[in-house]
């Protein structure tokens, strides 16, 4: 926690450099800089650069030095170099720019690159620009900024302190500019769906809420893009994907942001196997097209993205993992006495069959799958848009992906069926009606579309942040959302 009185002092000094300087003419907060080089050009082309002039600009982090030459260093986005300034190579007005200069500081630097005597790749000024005078000081001058409170409170300081959070959020951007061209070249269609919408659906959550005055009505930040996408699907587009924010109004974890960055995509003709090897192809060309390579180390265990993935029923991983076969439990009453001699305490007195085999494996199956898997056919109970198997209908067409023990990806074969999509819509608004907040809503406009006919579709949906931490190594959700949701200071 930072001393306030300190740090007012600090804040006296730095504002009375801010007067000397507008005395001296000086503009403070300055105007356009042409840069000519990234600082990383420079120090990887050492040789083509030496003795040249260059214009380089970045934030001071080091100064060392107030005689009549010192060094400083500054940042930019692509690392640090060395800044040289002698007082008999600068102009008098330009020297006394530097010595009220400080730690934090944005300056544009005009000077020939050179080798110092230690080695270090460095330029020497010929002239100096303050462009932005910074009025309070950088935290931990030498070790970083530690407190993950700060960190995701103050993200641009983290940035600036930490340069392997900056290189987290690249890769980031790398993963989505790489998934986008991925499905670009096979034909998808990017597109846009509402964030506001009348009925929040798509996925079994509880939603946040909002009221739109002009029109007097209640709105819900979208918990899904699903049914809107596959609206697109019974318009006629064949493969349609939307990356963008969902919002769900629940408890947050290393795992779980109120907010969160998904994908769902759409095919017409297809179904969830098309879907899984859409999945683990996809994947694994993004970690070798951004890391260089399908293996990824998380939290020291080797993941091997290379296609193809693990495939297990629920059943079978149940039957893998817990030793306990599902397919010989003939009552919900006995599925439920077994989970309870398993220690599952959130089974209710009326689950069924099907959502006990769930919470089983939920709790005895899931933090086993540390290599990709896909774990498929599952329950109808929980699975209200997909498409029901024909010859077992207590089960459906539908997989989810894990990997560390997360789930990575949801897949369908899309019901289309609009007769049984509305008996399940029913059971869900049964299942609200009696305290489940987070049962799916009753969408009638959607039951209307696909009573004008959707073709069999497979859809998928997949955790932006999730996949971006597999591929940082980054052990929170909040490590890689740039301003995660925070309790607000008293």
Same mark, same amino acid.
């Not at 600036?160 to 070249?185: C, G, H, W």
């Not at 070798?288 to 939290?299: D, I, P």
């Given at each position: ?223 899904? *893009?699903?049914? %809107? ?9 064949? @493969?349609?994907? !939307?990356?963008?924010? =969902? /919002? ?124 990709? *898997?896909?774990? %498929? ?9 997909? @498409?029901?198997? !024909?010859?077992?209908? =207590? /089960? ?95």
């Amino acid at each position: 926690m930072e001393n306030v009185n300190e740090l007012n002092e600090i804040q006296k000094v730095r504002l009375k450099k801010l007067e000397e300087l507008k005395a001296m003419g000086v503009a403070p907060f300055g105007k356009k800089f042409s840069i000519s080089h990234s600082l990383q050009q420079i120090k990887d082309n050492f040789d083509e650069f030496e003795n040249q002039m260059v214009k380089v600009a970045g934030r001071i982090m080091a100064i060392r030095g107030h005689g009549k030459a010192a060094f400083f260093d500054i940042q930019d986005q692509t690392g640090k170099l060395q800044i040289y300034i002698r007082k008999n190579d600068v102009s008098e007005e330009t020297f006394k720019l530097y010595g009220l200069l400080d730690i934090g500081d944005i300056v544009g630097v005009e000077g020939k690159v050179f080798r110092s005597k230690k080695g270090e790749i460095s330029v020497s000024v010929s002239n100096l620009t303050l462009l932005s005078k910074s009025l309070r000081p950088l935290p931990e001058k030498w070790h970083g900024l530690k407190d993950t409170d700060t960190r995701y409170r103050q993200r641009y300081l983290d940035l600036i302190t930490n340069p392997e959070v900056k290189q987290t959020f690249i890769i980031r951007s790398k993963i989505i500019s790489a998934m986008r061209r991925y499905l670009d070249e096979r034909g998808f269609i990017e597109v846009e769906t509402p964030v506001l919408s009348p009925i929040a659906g798509g996925a079994a959550a509880r939603p946040f809420i909002t009221h739109h005055n002009a029109l007097d009505i209640d709105l819900y930040l979208r918990i899904a *893009t699903e049914l %809107y996408l596959k609206r697109l699907i019974v318009g006629g587009f064949e @493969k349609v994907y !939307e990356i963008g924010k =969902d /919002f769900r109004n629940e408890g947050i974890s290393i795992k779980h942001n109120p907010e969160f960055t998904m994908i769902e995509l759409y095919q017409a003709y297809a179904d969830y196997k098309d879907m899984m090897e859409l999945m683990e192809n996809m994947i694994a060309h993004i970690a070798q097209e951004v890391l260089g390579t399908t293996k990824v180390n998380y939290q020291g265990v080797e993941i091997d993205l290379t296609p193809p993935w693990e495939r297990m029923t629920m059943v079978e991983a149940v039957n893998h993992y817990a030793n306990i076969d599902f397919s010989t439990i003939k009552s919900d009453e006995e599925a439920r006495e077994i989970a309870r001699k398993l220690g599952i305490e959130e089974v209710g007195d009326n689950d069924t069959k099907g959502k006990v085999l769930n919470l089983i494996f939920e709790e005895k199956v899931e933090p086993n799958l540390i290599q990709p *898997t896909f774990i %498929y056919d599952y329950p109808i109970e929980i699975s209200p848009l997909a @498409k029901k198997i !024909e010859d077992n209908p =207590d /089960f459906t067409y539908r997989f989810e992906a894990f990997i560390y023990g997360r789930e990575m990806g949801n897949a369908f074969s899309e019901l289309n069926d609009p007769l049984d999509q509305r008996e399940r819509f029913l059971q869900q608004l049964k299942e609200r009606e009696a305290g489940d907040e987070e049962a799916h809503a009753f969408d009638e406009d959607y039951i209307i579309a696909l009573e004008h006919g959707m073709p069999p579709t497979g859809g998928l949906g997949i955790g932006i942040d999730r996949l971006v931490m597999l591929f940082t190594d980054s052990y929170s959700i909040r490590d890689v959302i740039l301003f995660p949701t925070m309790r607000p200071k008293q």
